[in-house]
């Protein structure tokens, strides 16, 4: 029902900028919340941020509070991570995810989640 397709990933040096764009197709994103997950080799799948369907409540890991912004354009129907002063603990392949139904706040436990793309790398080097 619902496709995911994330853009926007690549090499970028430690202290730089990345946006990260969620194309969602088959279902509106006024009836989806949609999650950020990351992981980096060896290391269990986190949940980064999240925005709700209804209210845009947001949520982000405590590693990347004041750094990273979730973000969403109803009419393009997409979400952003915009991503700022990176570090290399950032590298990872990122999934954006969706649900149905969390329209007043969001969550970021990937149980909770039943779309997901087919993820994208973040490598944050020198």
């Known amino acids: 029902q619902v496709q995911l397709v994330e853009s926007g990933g690549g090499l970028v040096q430690p202290g730089g900028s990345l946006r990260l764009s969620c194309a969602a197709s088959?279902?509106?994103?006024?009836?989806?919340?949609i999650g950020w997950f990351r992981q980096a080799p060896g290391k269990e799948r986190e949940g980064v941020s999240c925005?709700?369907?209804?209210?845009?409540?947001?949520l982000y890991v405590d590693s990347v509070k004041d750094r990273f912004t979730i973000s969403r354009d109803i009419a393009k129907n997409t979400v952003y991570l915009q991503m700022n002063n990176l570090k290399p603990e950032d590298s990872g392949v990122y999934y954006c995810?969706?649900?149905?139904?969390?329209?007043?706040?969001?969550?970021?436990?990937?149980?909770?989640?039943?779309?997901w793309g087919q993820g994208i790398q973040v490598t944050v080097s020198s």
């Open positions: 995810a969706a649900r149905h139904g969390s329209g007043h706040g969001c969550f970021i436990y990937d149980w909770e989640y039943e779309y």
């Open positions: 925005i709700s369907s209804s209210d845009e409540s947001t």
């Open positions: 088959g279902f509106s994103l006024h009836y989806l919340g």
